[in-house]
């Protein structure tokens, strides 16, 4: 590729996981983002109050992603943080809820470059 092989060792399941984990990383910000600006907006509105539950489902996912992107987690927590994110989509889809597919679609792509049956963190 363009930006040379990102594995360590030279193994394909190295690089792999290497990308998995950028991605689940993107997906925690790019739905932490969303989160602000709900919040934002929402509390601009006059009569409107935020609905914290929500903004608590999507805290889940980011945590779980995050935690994948920081090498802590493996695979069961990408799963978990597509989980609250899609959850979150479906919820919000009256809403500007859509905006939450690319975050979606990313965790979808980091899940399945993640090597299967094994822990995507690295061993520290």
């Not at 907006?41 to 929500?54: A, D, F, G, K, N």
Request: glycine share 12%.
């Amino acid at each position: 590729g363009p930006f040379g092989n990102l594995a360590v060792h030279g193994t394909v399941s190295h690089d792999r996981m290497m990308r998995s984990r950028y991605l689940a990383g993107a997906a925690a910000v790019c739905a932490f983002a969303y989160a602000c600006c709900h919040v934002v907006l929402i509390h601009r509105q006059e009569e409107s109050t935020v609905v914290w539950w929500y903004v608590a489902l999507i805290t889940g996912g980011v945590v779980s992603l995050g935690g994948v992107a920081a090498g802590r987690w493996g695979r069961a927590a990408l799963v978990l943080g597509l989980a609250f994110l899609f959850i979150a989509t479906l919820l919000g889809a009256m809403t500007i809820g859509m905006f939450l597919i690319p975050a979606v679609v990313t965790a979808i792509v980091a899940i399945a470059l993640s090597p299967n049956g094994t822990v995507v963190a690295s061993a520290r």
